[in-house]
């Protein structure tokens, strides 16, 4: 089975459907979009994990058909990412809701952490995506619209790939190469 296409979604319209939804899932979905973390590895995400004195997460875990377990790849395992200002703020929010209780920072009505996507998708995502009138995605375009908002901003593009938890920066440009800066920007000015 081949993978999914890449169709990530725009600024705008990730700011559209975090804007429309509601409490925790809003939350998550911040988490979503401003770290790069793969959906497993979001709904794994424990309180010990986040750390707001140094501003990072450590991705210890992801969960995967109802198992909690390792991380996809050795690289992504034990990695320190980032936590942009709009993720502290969403961790923040989600304290208040589930920090007290020191397990995992995303659960599901009855408090416990969700098993897998599937419920997640299904209940949550696609109805979001509807009342926002955005075309059907999966949830893990977060990850492509994450990967694609940084590279095409400019960022650094092996700080883009360790937050990603590749295990080198070529393998990111490889999925991600024709999301590069503007094409249309003229390119060795300084031989004029």
Not at 2 to 16: S, Y
Not at 95 to 116: M, P, Q, V, W, Y
Not at 150 to 158: F, N, Q, T
Request: charged share 25%; with cysteine.
């Amino acid at each position: 089975k081949g993978k999914p296409a890449i169709k990530p979604f725009t600024l705008d319209e990730a700011m559209t459907i975090i804007s429309n939804a509601d409490g925790w899932f809003k939350n998550m979905l911040t988490v979503a979009f401003f770290t790069g973390m793969r959906t497993g590895e979001i709904i794994g995400l424990r309180w010990e994990d986040i750390n707001f004195h140094s501003k990072t997460i450590t991705i210890q875990r992801s969960i995967r058909g109802g198992i909690t377990g390792d991380t996809k790849t050795d690289n992504s395992q034990g990695r320190e990412i980032d936590m942009l200002p709009h993720v502290e703020d969403a961790l923040k929010k989600q304290f208040a809701e589930t920090g007290l209780k020191d397990g995992f920072i995303f659960t599901h009505s009855r408090g416990h952490e969700f098993r897998n996507t599937n419920g997640l998708r299904k209940t949550h995502w696609y109805p979001l995506l509807r009342k926002c009138l955005i075309s059907r995605r999966d949830l893990y375009q977060t990850r492509h619209t994450f990967a694609t908002m940084m590279i095409s901003r400019g960022e650094d593009i092996i700080w883009v790939s360790h937050t990603l938890g590749h295990g080198d920066a070529s393998v990111t440009l490889k999925f991600y190469a024709k999301y590069t800066k503007d094409r249309s920007v003229r390119r060795a000015t300084f031989l004029d």
